[in-house]
């Protein structure tokens, strides 16, 4: 099992910044990648981006390519989603998942974390 613990939501203006974390605990050398997705009100979830837990390989979704960056931190097991020039139809809440492989669904999920972007 993977434990995954988001922080770093909150209300920001338009134009602004925010970084949200991600903690791991349990058995994250299971891991194969890490995700952010996110899901606004009345909306479908989206894929934000992902990191391969043994690489820096990442994939952004089309909407905060240029704008977002994901990192990790293999030795604090922390995943973090940098986000700059914020929009307003970037509000929603954000969560963290894990799978362990190529194949496999994002099958570990956190509880997460609301980001509001006012315009």
């Known amino acids: 099992q993977v434990q995954l613990v988001e922080s770093g939501g909150g209300l920001v203006q338009a134009g602004g910044s925010l970084r949200l974390s991600c903690a791991a605990s349990g058995r994250t050398f299971s891991m194969y990648e890490m995700g952010w997705f996110r899901q606004a009100p009345g909306k479908d979830r989206e894929i934000v981006g992902r990191?391969?837990?043994?690489?820096?390989?990442?994939y952004y979704g089309d909407s905060v390519k240029g704008r977002f960056t994901i990192s990790r931190d293999n030795a604090k097991n922390t995943v973090s989603l940098q986000m700059n020039s914020l929009k307003p139809e970037d509000t929603a809440v954000y969560y963290c998942?894990?799978?362990?492989?190529?194949?496999?669904?994002?099958?570990?999920w956190g509880q997460g974390t609301q980001v509001t972007v006012s315009s």
């Open positions: 998942a894990a799978r362990v492989s190529a194949t496999s669904t994002f099958n570990y």
């Open positions: 990191i391969r837990w043994s690489s820096s390989s990442t």
